[in-house]
């Protein structure tokens, strides 16, 4: 029950945070292929996360309603659309899950569980990498909480590596990561790149490739990855793009799905 609630607010949350996104863009047409990229995260997040816990609660007309504008944003998004095209099909699906609240709030209790830290044991055996990824969690929130997004993302992207990197760890046989056809290979010497060259770009990819995470969850973790680089200042200043809060919380919805997913210990052992 308390999971619905949480599905339904993070849902409109994501779509305040879009527009207010929208809002710092000045140009009519949205041909920015990391822009895009953003928005299509929106709403694959209310199809591969919130629409299918909702589905219980929503009526088959509201869900109708709500998919609707989340699709015209994804097909927005394999082209340069206009910016009112956003604009309009974030509006018509915030409006409806807004009046369709009350009956998720009616089935469900008002309490929240907050963003403590996960049990890591799963992935880390010893207490001590268990404390270490408990804490990267914790300064994730404090980030954020402190208005300090870009501090945050970094940290987001730090924790994501540490958790694919004990997913690594976990194999008896490392050779399956190597096997993957997403496994990174060295430019000049046509090797597989050491394991300790490994960044989070090809865990990702890796990751995705034996099972670990999903299809759409790699389509999210990407534009965190990418969101992750504008740690270099002159990448920042070429691409224009300022990260603020609401991104970051939305790259921590972000996160904490692939921590999840991460933690579920799909795919090979």
């Given at each position: 029950m308390?999971?619905?609630h949480d599905h339904?607010?993070g849902?409109?949350?994501?779509?305040?945070?879009a527009?207010?996104?929208?809002?710092?863009?000045?140009?009519?047409?949205?041909?920015?292929?990391?822009q895009?990229?953003?928005l299509?995260?929106?709403?694959?997040?209310?199809?591969?996360?919130?629409?299918?816990?909702?589905?219980?609660?929503?009526?088959?007309?509201?869900?109708?309603?709500?998919d609707a504008?989340y699709?015209?944003i994804?097909?927005?998004?394999?082209?340069?659309?206009?910016?009112?095209t956003?604009?309009?099909a974030l509006?018509?699906a915030k409006?409806?899950?807004?009046?369709?609240?009350?009956?998720v709030l009616?089935?469900a209790?008002?309490?929240r569980?907050?963003?403590a830290?996960?049990?890591?044991g799963?992935?880390?055996m010893?207490p001590?990498m268990?404390?270490i990824?408990a804490?990267?969690?914790?300064?994730?929130?404090?980030?954020?909480?402190?208005?300090?997004?870009?501090?945050?993302?970094?940290?987001?992207g730090?924790?994501?590596e540490a958790?694919?990197?004990?997913?690594?760890?976990?194999?008896?046989?490392k050779?399956?990561?190597?096997?993957?056809k997403?496994?990174?290979?060295?430019a000049?010497?046509?090797?597989?790149?050491d394991l300790?060259?490994?960044?989070?770009?090809?865990y990702i990819?890796v990751?995705?490739?034996l099972?670990?995470?999903s299809?759409s969850a790699?389509d999210v973790?990407?534009?965190?990855?990418d969101?992750?680089?504008?740690i270099?200042?002159?990448?920042?200043?070429?691409h224009?793009v300022?990260l603020?809060?609401?991104?970051?919380?939305?790259?921590w919805e972000?996160?904490k799905r692939?921590?999840?997913?991460?933690?579920?210990m799909?795919?090979v052992t």
């Amino acid at each position: 029950m308390q999971d619905m609630h949480d599905h339904i607010e993070g849902a409109i949350a994501e779509l305040v945070r879009a527009r207010k996104f929208l809002d710092r863009i000045r140009v009519s047409q949205i041909r920015n292929a990391e822009q895009r990229d953003l928005l299509k995260a929106t709403a694959l997040s209310w199809f591969r996360t919130h629409r299918i816990p909702l589905s219980s609660a929503l009526s088959i007309e509201v869900l109708a309603a709500v998919d609707a504008p989340y699709r015209v944003i994804l097909n927005a998004t394999d082209r340069s659309s206009v910016k009112g095209t956003y604009v309009s099909a974030l509006n018509q699906a915030k409006d409806v899950l807004v009046e369709a609240r009350n009956d998720v709030l009616a089935a469900a209790p008002t309490a929240r569980t907050g963003d403590a830290p996960p049990a890591f044991g799963p992935l880390a055996m010893d207490p001590q990498m268990q404390a270490i990824l408990a804490r990267r969690w914790e300064e994730c929130t404090r980030c954020l909480q402190g208005g300090a997004p870009l501090a945050a993302t970094v940290m987001m992207g730090g924790l994501l590596e540490a958790l694919f990197v004990s997913r690594a760890n976990k194999l008896s046989d490392k050779v399956v990561l190597f096997r993957s056809k997403a496994a990174p290979i060295d430019a000049k010497t046509k090797k597989h790149l050491d394991l300790r060259q490994w960044t989070l770009a090809p865990y990702i990819d890796v990751g995705h490739d034996l099972g670990w995470i999903s299809r759409s969850a790699k389509d999210v973790a990407a534009i965190l990855r990418d969101y992750r680089n504008y740690i270099h200042p002159e990448k920042e200043r070429a691409h224009g793009v300022t990260l603020s809060v609401d991104d970051a919380a939305m790259l921590w919805e972000v996160t904490k799905r692939l921590c999840k997913e991460l933690l579920a210990m799909k795919g090979v052992t």
